[in-house]
């Protein structure tokens, strides 16, 4: 057990010091998430609710993530670090639990400004929001990491990832719009855990059939 | 054979439906059209973790054949649906209507689906991407329809109007199952009739490869 553990931190540590380096994907998401907040602005009618800020919110962190999932897969594609990744002793499940840490760590990055950015622009921040937003991430990371497995292999994978992901995404925006906006946060809260429960264990147990070759 | 005593069966002798008459016979082409959809894709994901867990090569092409019905009658439903939704409230398109918005999420995950194949390499990989993907959509599934119902309560109520449930007479409930076995006899000959020209290909490849 120990051995796994110390596999999945050796893995993501080593894809948020190549970030860390390299500093490309975060810089890009965070300009990316406060791009998009400052179009909603002139996407959006004068008089528009908080409904609408709230959902156009979900949706820039959405595409934000995606962002940052294409790149994470992008750099062992080119260095084929994959081949070596599972030529290493380790189960091939603690190297999607690694990727799914780091690219967690990402979108965390990412929401600490776009968040407050959000919250100068539009609309103050609530609990239920943060929470929305970590279990979100959660989703995110778990379904993505597989999906972009699955779309490295393939030959369009920029355009591939987004196809595939959007479908699995859908109920993640209504859980966190839900969280966002509802008089009863819980239940969608609920719904959100219970999605990450569900696509967790299903990305977890089936990485290895996607990865190997 | 089915199929046609099906049709006749709902066109011309079910009684007509007090509130919506002859248009609601629609819904003897639309539901089992949908339920045949559903057995579609759940077999799709039955026999594509039979290849994960197997490792039967077979299952994939029986999965990909299950993922094309699926999609053919899932596009079905969706049209149906839309005439139908024309006929009773006259809007093609209705957010409200819960079955015709999972189909829609389904028919997008499924096309990409289709995506993911023609993307990749023909191979073992792509069999068990392809496999994992659509045991995903078996999961979609079900998380997807209480999405939409958490959905509609928040940012989409639902309108005045109601479907028809079940509650149906007993010889509209004997026409539904004609259609219904109909749909699905349909449904299995199509798909036989689509994995043997599929296995044919596959073995006309093989052999082209081998001789070359």
Known sequence: MTGYLADVTALARKDLLVELRSRDTVPAMLLFVVGALVIFHFALPEDSSRLAAAGMLWIALLFTALLALVRSFVAEREGTVIDGLLLAPCDRSAIWLGKALSVFAFLVFAEAVALPAFALFYEPVTWELIAGVALANVGIAAVGTLLGAMAAAARARELLLPLLFLPLAIPLIVGGVGATLAEDPARYLGFLALYDLIFAILSWASFEYVVTE | ?212
């Open chain 2, 1 to 212: 054979m089915l199929l046609i005593a099906g049709l006749g069966l709902a066109l011309l002798w079910a009684p007509e439906d007090a509130d919506q008459g002859p248009s609601q016979r629609i819904f003897y082409i639309h539901v089992p059209v949908a339920l045949t959809a559903y057995v579609c894709f759940g077999w799709a994901a039955w026999k594509a973790f039979r290849l994960l867990w197997k490792r039967d090569e077979r299952a994939d092409l029986e999965s990909y054949t299950a993922v094309h019905m699926g999609v053919i009658f899932g596009v079905l439903t969706l049209v149906t649906g839309s005439i139908w939704a024309r006929i009773s409230w006259g809007v093609w398109w209705t957010w409200s209507e819960r079955q015709l918005v999972l189909f829609l999420i389904l028919f997008l995950f499924y096309s990409a689906y289709f995506m993911l194949r023609y993307s990749t390499e023909p191979g073992p990989r792509r069999a068990r991407t392809s496999a994992v993907y659509a045991l995903f959509g078996a999961v979609l599934l079900p998380v997807s329809f209480l999405a939409i119902r958490l959905a509609e309560q928040l940012l989409h109520p639902a309108p005045l109007f109601n479907r028809d449930g079940p509650q149906m007479s007993g010889s509209m409930f004997f026409t539904f199952c004609v259609c219904l076995a109909a749909m699905l006899t349909l449904a299995a000959a199509l798909y036989r009739i689509e994995l043997t020209g599929k296995r044919v290909d596959a073995r006309l490849r093989e052999l082209r490869e081998a001789l070359t």
